[in-house]
């Protein structure tokens, strides 16, 4: 049986290689400290998994959901955003639930373009973004993020036709790769291209509660006019550790979470009613979980950029994400420099070029191991004698 053709044109799995490549250096009996992935090493906080067990007693939850979630999840995230942005929702119409947000960025493409319309797409960016393109089979431009614009796409450089025919535009901040954030005056700028030239903005807040030196990352719908033109998806995989629970939900302009949720009535009948409530439960319980979390981000950040600049690997300091994008020595090419590392110290980090052309000459490394091990891993770099103190 072959497999379609909409199949064999999907992007290979750059970060597939990587997990290989980490995996035949373990199976050798090697240490490997691994800054390569971006999973969450920390555990869900208790009082979440114990919403989650107090649930799944309750035989109501073991039936199907309501098609597009239960009442109470939305509600808890209209809350959420109301509280923790000043934004209203209409649960109903204004509040998709996602499987995770990955699958909403897959879906989107599917459920908005057609063929002609263009998708605009950050580069440096998370590779899943392509996966839609390529299942919707629609044509896509990169916008490049340069570090002297602040990782943030220039409009300016868009060309009419790019304009004319954009229908969907992802931005992503805090970044992931680059661990860049925005300012409520971009969003302010990103509606006035949107209303100008009739583009569907998506903003992936993946990271939203990453925010370092005490500023709390922006929302897009904090943008005067936001809903009128985008929607904003939000994950609880980071912001409480919940990666593995496969949560999320989309806020923000009706029509686009329409398209979503019809999508979604033809491929899922929501999530386990249980995992809603306790994802409803993390939403509306007190947040001191989360600023522990961003504190402990936060000392790991601080931990690697002075290790990077003690030994001369001039760095700069995310502004948010879990994420450090840190440029490679001269000399080398992104993924030459993570295939050394790995090969000559035993640590492994994400090649640049695997999250798009803009993102040669950077490696990223997650802020996901304890300080302990991100002090042995720069120590280890320092051994190979290529920075210069
Ligand atoms: C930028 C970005 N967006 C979206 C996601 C998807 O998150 P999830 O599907 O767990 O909600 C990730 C996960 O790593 C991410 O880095």
């Not at 299942?135 to 002297?148: G, K």
């Not at 971009?186 to 569907?200: M, P, R, S, Y």
């Not at 502004?319 to 490679?328: D, E, M, N, R």
Request: proline share 5%; charged share 20%.
């Amino acid at each position: 049986m072959e497999i379609s053709n909409r199949l064999t044109k999907l992007p290979s799995q750059f970060f597939a290689t990587l997990v290989k490549k980490v995996a035949v250096a373990v199976s050798e009996g090697r240490d490997v400290i691994n800054l390569g992935q971006g999973n969450p090493d920390q555990p869900t906080p208790k009082h979440i998994v114990q919403a989650l067990q107090k649930a799944v007693e309750n035989p109501d939850t073991h039936k199907y959901s309501p098609f597009r979630g239960t009442d109470e999840f939305k509600q808890a995230a209209a809350d959420f955003y109301k509280r923790e942005y000043n934004v209203d929702l209409d649960p109903d119409s204004e509040i998709a639930v996602l499987f995770g947000t990955k699958i909403g960025l897959v879906e989107l493409p599917l459920a908005l373009m057609n063929e002609g319309d263009l998708f605009l797409l950050p580069d440096p960016g998370y590779p899943d973004y392509l996966s839609g393109a390529g299942i919707a089979n629609v044509t896509y431009d990169t916008m490049p993020l340069h570090s002297e614009h602040g990782f943030l796409p220039d409009y300016k450089e868009l060309t009419d036709k790019q304009k004319e025919k954009a229908k969907l535009l992802y931005l992503n901040y805090p970044n992931n790769p680059t661990g860049a954030t925005a300012s409520l005056a971009f969003f302010d700028e990103t509606v006035q291209l949107a209303k100008c030239n009739n583009i569907g903005i998506v903003h992936d807040f993946a990271y939203g509660a990453i925010g370092f030196d005490g500023d709390k990352p922006v929302s897009f719908m904090q943008a005067e006019g936001a809903k009128e033109v985008g929607i904003e998806l939000y994950t609880l995989s980071k912001t409480y550790n919940m990666a593995g629970w496969r949560v999320g939900f989309a806020v923000g302009n009706a029509k686009m979470i329409e398209a979503i949720n019809l999508l979604q009535d033809h491929l899922f009948v929501s999530i386990f009613p249980a995992l809603q409530h306790a994802a409803a439960t993390a939403l509306s319980s007190s947040q001191e979980c989360v600023d522990e979390l961003v504190n402990l981000y936060e000392g790991r950040r601080n931990t690697l950029i002075n290790e990077c600049n003690r030994i001369g690997w001039k760095v700069n300091a995310p502004k948010g994400s879990f994420f450090a994008w840190l440029p490679i020595p001269e000399g080398f090419q992104s993924e030459e420099f993570a295939d050394y590392l790995l090969a000559k110290a035993d640590v492994a980090v994400a090649a640049g070029n695997g999250f798009g052309t803009f993102g040669e000459g950077y490696v990223r490394i997650g802020l996901l191991v304890d300080e302990g091990r991100i002090i042995e891993a720069i120590s280890r770099i320092e051994k190979l004698n290529i920075f210069k103190p």
